[in-house]
């Protein structure tokens, strides 16, 4: 097999090894950075017309993808 394809071929398992080794030394937030994004997600929550019903969802999600993006450990409940 030719390398420039077998580079293709191995390139995405070194990718999710890497995405993986990062996710599993990612720290715990805060309780105050936590309620921070909470309390943003609920903005825009508000700006989006979320409703009631989908809100604890979308602010779950919204605070996960914040707190993914910092480096922190992803939450499984917000209180809102």
Same mark, same amino acid.
């Given at each position: 097999?030719?390398?420039?394809?077998?580079?293709? &071929?191995?390139?995405?398992?070194?990718?999710?090894? +890497? =995405?993986?080794?990062?996710? /599993?030394?990612?720290?715990?937030?805060?309780?105050? =950075?936590? /309620?921070?994004? +909470?309390?943003?997600?609920? $903005?825009? *929550?508000? !700006? $989006?017309?979320?409703? @009631?019903? *989908?809100? #604890?969802?979308?602010?779950?999600?919204?605070?996960? !993808?914040?707190?993914? +993006?910092?480096?922190? #450990?992803?939450? +499984? !409940?917000? @209180? &809102?």
């Amino acid at each position: 097999m030719k390398k420039p394809l077998l580079a293709l &071929i191995v390139a995405p398992f070194f990718s999710l090894a +890497t =995405t993986y080794a990062v996710a /599993q030394n990612a720290v715990e937030a805060s309780a105050e =950075t936590i /309620q921070e994004y +909470t309390e943003m997600c609920l $903005d825009w *929550a508000k !700006d $989006d017309d979320i409703s @009631n019903e *989908a809100l #604890k969802p979308y602010v779950l999600k919204c605070v996960n !993808d914040e707190l993914e +993006t910092e480096g922190y #450990k992803k939450v +499984t !409940d917000v @209180n &809102i």
